[in-house]
């Protein structure tokens, strides 16, 4: 089974601008997970999506969204970039059952100039 | 504030030692304690999981010790490898799937 892939790996933005971020599941994986990932704030929930519905949101700013489609791939999008914005995203498919594995992928580098 | 507390940051164990992991909640409502390695370059992939109900849970070279009085959980990693250098982190969360992720420990195990 491919594992859960992730694109762009590598993003240069400037502030002001907006990004998307894509994620496609584990086949047969019905939940996407998003974690932003800094040195100085470690790892963070962002939000998750199940059957194409938010179940679950992070304390982040409304400026970080994300939707999920049909196929279960799932998007995020952050608006209005600013510096504190770089960081690693990454996202993680699972079952849907909460508490089953997560699994991630290797995540995408948003540097923010 | 940090939901779940980590420690040590950094740890340097000889090839054969054992690796101690430390962490701590304060949320009793927590039901699922998982940990993490994660590569460079590559996203966290779980090593291990145990729920508050069993104090002990052993996968081969890598045991979760857990404490529920004490709000307080380790990763025992026994015979350590240069394989296993890694960061590790561990995680807490209840009835739902967003974690709550320690700061990580970065392990260098010397050969």
């Known amino acids: 089974k491919a594992g859960v892939t992730q694109t762009p790996r590598y993003l240069i933005k400037t502030r002001g601008q907006q990004v998307t971020l894509s994620c496609s599941p584990i086949?047969?994986?019905?939940?996407v997970s998003w974690y932003q990932q800094t040195p100085g704030q470690g790892l963070q929930f962002l939000f998750e999506y199940f059957s194409e519905t938010q179940r679950n949101k992070g304390n982040f700013p409304g400026r970080f969204s994300g939707r999920q489609f049909s196929n279960s791939r799932s998007e995020m999008n952050v608006s209005t970039l600013e510096l504190g914005d770089s960081a690693l995203y990454l996202c993680?498919?699972?079952?849907?059952?909460?508490?089953?594995?997560?699994?991630f992928g290797p995540g995408t580098r948003l540097l923010v100039l | 504030q940090q939901q779940v507390k980590q420690s040590p940051q950094s740890l340097i164990v000889q090839k054969g030692g054992i690796s101690i992991i430390n962490c701590a909640y304060e949320?009793?409502?927590?039901?699922?304690f998982p940990w993490y390695q994660q590569f460079p370059g590559k996203g966290p992939a779980l090593l291990i999981a145990?729920?508050?109900?069993?104090s002990e849970k052993k996968e081969g070279r890598f045991t979760i010790s857990f404490n529920k009085s004490a709000k307080q959980f380790s990763l025992h990693i026994m015979d350590s490898q240069p394989g296993d250098s890694a960061t590790y982190f561990c995680a807490a969360t209840w009835g739902a799937n967003n974690l709550f992720f320690g700061t990580g420990t970065r392990l260098t195990v010397i050969p």
């Open positions: 145990i729920r508050p109900d069993v």
């Open positions: 086949s047969g994986h019905r939940s």
């Open positions: 949320n009793t409502a927590f039901d699922y």
């Open positions: 993680a498919s699972s079952t849907g059952t909460v508490q089953e594995t997560q699994y």
